[in-house]
């Protein structure tokens, strides 16, 4: 049974925190490939991710 939007993105969210099993990957991977607003949820993710990353290792400012 292919997923929805609703499961795509909270199995995305998921794996943000923990590794995603094999039928969880198939069954995202079969909806991200035909749905847009899903893929570019992904890609928000992931900058969103990489942006907080590159903060946290960011020198501060000594005052």
Do not use: V
Not at 4 to 13: A, D, W, Y
Not at 27 to 37: E, F, Q
Request: charged share 30%.
């Amino acid at each position: 049974m292919l997923m929805n939007c609703k499961e795509s993105t909270q199995l995305l969210s998921e794996g943000e925190d923990r590794p995603l099993e094999a039928g969880e990957r198939l069954k995202l991977k079969l909806h991200l490939l035909s749905c847009r607003g899903c893929r570019n949820y992904s890609k928000q993710l992931r900058f969103i991710r990489s942006a907080c990353r590159q903060l946290s290792s960011a020198p501060r400012d000594a005052k």
